[in-house]
């Protein structure tokens, strides 16, 4: 039987509509409007399109929008003054600086300069530790996004095995975490694991995000397998231009997964809305409310 697709731009709608819900609520109960500062440094065009499209999604949702772009000349000494700024400033709740930043910036040490209450990409050395503790973080926004979705295909994942493919800190190792937390058996695999295929041949649930494209194909899938595809590669085609196209071999895999996502269209989507998510969360918890339901791990 052919799989389930898993349409993960139809569930982050829902998601954001949720969050817009979410904000409304703030606004009108609360006087308070949930900000999220994104900051850019240098002119990578494919970091543009991701802070604009971060920009437009947060001014839908009703919140506010504060871009930062920045010369590729910025110092390093800049750009920390400019997150104290954005820590002690009350209207911002969520700060993200857009990845990568330039060579002459240390990456680590603006990541740990951002406020963790205030980290919504859960990328902070204190998020990261919270989160590995099972402890209330802020959590990487695209591992969030799988994770949101695999509860709405398959209800409870406990007990189930799960494999994610990739160790970034991004998604690979939060990802795993996140499974672990919701009692999932977890394997972490990686470029150097042995017999990779037999490994993800045992997974109820596949996770891969390791950036080469279509390497998942169907002999490495247990038949009604639920596959997540956090790949987003651009490959040549046979007549010319390009495609997108994902960790997984969609075509061969769909045939016997139990449901798949597929790219673009699946994670993708889910990743910005749970970023909106996330704003929401930091600014419930800046106001000692409850935990935004739907929106947080
Ligand atoms: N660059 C590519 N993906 C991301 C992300 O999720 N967060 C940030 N800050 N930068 C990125």
Known sequence: MAATVIDGKAFAAKVRERVKAHVTRLVEEHGVMPGLAVVLVGENPASEVYVRSKGKATREAGMKSVEHKLDAATSEADLLALIGELNRDETIHGILVQLPVPDHIDADKVLAAIDPAKDVDGFHISNVGLLGTGQKAMVPCTPLGCLMMLREELGSLSGMEAVVIGRSNIVGKPMAQLLLKDSC????????????????????????????????????????????????????????????????????????????????????????????????????RKLGLAEPEGLTA
């Open 185 to 284: 058996t977890v394997t972490i695999a990686h470029s150097r694991t042995r017999d990779l295929p037999g490994v993800v041949r045992r997974a109820d649930i596949v996770v891969a995000a390791v950036g080469r494209p279509n390497m998942v194909t169907s002999e490495w899938i247990k038949p009604g397998a639920t596959v997540i595809d956090v790949g987003i590669n651009r490959i040549e085609k046979p007549e010319g231009g390009t495609r997108l196209v994902g960790d997984v071999d969609y075509e061969d895999v769909a045939k016997v997964a139990g449901a798949i996502t597929p790219v673009p269209g699946g994670v993708g989507p889910m990743t910005i809305a749970c970023l909106l998510a996330n704003t929401v969360t930091a600014c419930c």
